[in-house]
């Protein structure tokens, strides 16, 4: 879930240059209407026609700033700028999020942030149910559930997460081993310790 918005200045740009190549008639026609184009582009970016970027750090601190006074349960899974100022924030809580909730701050962080001089397409949403878990407080808030945990070397783990600290996890699993004087073998529970730094992937098992 999670809602988004854009300048969409970069899209009539393009829109633009489609034109002028598809009304290109002439050379002369042609390095005109390229010129016209950079003049767009110069006049779009700032100087020197580059897009200035938005620092990671600047939008987690607006973020953090906001769901302290607004939304204290509210907490960040993750804040990513990607190339052409894609801004990416999901977040997450032990009730869920609102979608109105991402609505509200996304507003909030365009009124923070200087179109003008910085143009961005932004979305905020939540952590899904099937997404992995990224930070500690989600794997917190997931213990007592049926996870999957991929390890280093394709090692794929399921059992019920009993505990979680920023060193490991702990799961509880059950192995079929044969036991002394059995012909079968019997389902054993057992307590399986998992370094974090060997942890690549943990979603939740869901049962429907």
Same mark, same amino acid.
């Given at each position: ?9 970069? #899209? ?165 081993? #044969? ?24 979603? #939740?098992?869901?049962?429907?």
């Amino acid at each position: 879930m999670g809602v988004s918005g854009t300048a969409g200045r970069g #899209r009539y740009l393009t829109d633009f240059y489609y034109l002028c190549s598809a009304n290109e008639t002439t050379e002369e026609a042609g390095s005109f209407l390229r010129s016209l184009y950079s003049i767009a582009i110069e006049q779009t970016n700032g100087k020197g026609g580059r897009l200035s970027m938005i620092q990671h750090t600047t939008i987690e601190e607006i973020v953090s700033a906001y769901i302290a006074e607004h939304h204290p349960d509210y907490y960040i899974v993750e804040t990513a700028v990607h190339p052409g100022n894609r801004i990416v924030v999901e977040l997450d809580s032990e009730s869920g999020i609102n979608i109105d909730d991402c609505v509200a701050l996304t507003k909030h962080i365009e009124s923070q942030l200087d179109r003008e001089a910085e143009d961005f397409e932004l979305e905020v949403g939540s952590a899904g149910l099937t997404s992995p878990l990224k930070v500690l407080r989600q794997y917190t808030s997931t213990i007592g559930q049926e996870v999957e945990v991929l390890r280093k070397g394709g090692i794929k783990e399921k059992g019920v997460l009993t505990a979680a600290s920023p060193t490991e996890i702990q799961l509880l699993v059950s192995r079929l081993v #044969r036991l002394e004087g059995k012909k079968r073998k019997t389902s054993v529970e057992e307590t399986l310790t998992i370094p974090m730094e060997e942890v690549l992937q943990t979603k #939740r098992v869901l049962h429907f």
